[in-house]
């Protein structure tokens, strides 16, 4: 799993390896929804993907890569410039 926030919004340095400790990642900062925020599936080039809406402006993109019937890839982007408006 990787995130890139661009140097403007706090992300996860370095790459989170195995799926027990990104889903240990993703559990920790599910928490940190907050009232007003939602997640809808949406296409990230060309495959299935979330948006993490806050109010109208996307916050977050996270795109899946799967393999096999297996997600195998986890990418977060919360870097404004990178993010649709």
Not at 68 to 79: E, G, H, M, P, S
């Amino acid at each position: 799993m990787t995130s890139d926030g661009g140097g403007l919004v706090n992300a996860a340095r370095r790459p989170v390896i195995g799926a027990d400790r990104v889903a240990r990642f993703i559990l920790g900062i599910a928490g940190n929804v907050r009232e007003g925020q939602r997640l809808e599936p949406v296409s990230v080039n060309g495959s299935t993907g979330l948006a993490l809406y806050d109010g109208d402006r996307i916050a977050i993109v996270i795109s899946f890569t799967v393999q096999q019937a297996k997600i195998t890839r986890v990418d977060f982007v919360l870097a404004p410039d990178k993010l649709p408006r």
